[in-house]
């Protein structure tokens, strides 16, 4: 049986008790927008969850393991915005004149 992410309120709970922050403080110590943080509850955000799993104390795969390859890499493939970043001429190719 595959393990489960980390219920969010064993995940918050985790946090005041072990790091003695909310998620709120804990974004704002890392200089990022109060709620930045509490979007990778809801969804996969890498940054976010490697600074959540730090201030717990465990890897973020321990926490999302549904996120995660076994080898520790995350198990999102890139999009097509990701893929537009690194190969811009990709995207013009696509969508050549408006059209795929």
Known sequence: M???DWHNAK???ELRM???KSLRQLSEENELSPNTLAQALQRPYPKA???IAAAI???PQTI???RYNTDGSTSRRKGKRSIAK???DYIAIEYK???K
């Open 64 to 66: 999302w393991p549904s």
């Open 86 to 88: 690194s190969n811009p």
């Open 2 to 4: 595959a393990d489960l």
């Open 57 to 59: 104390g465990v890897s």
């Open 97 to 99: 004149g408006g059209k």
């Open 49 to 51: 969850e490697r600074i």
């Open 11 to 13: 995940i918050i709970a």
């Open 18 to 20: 072990k790091a003695q």
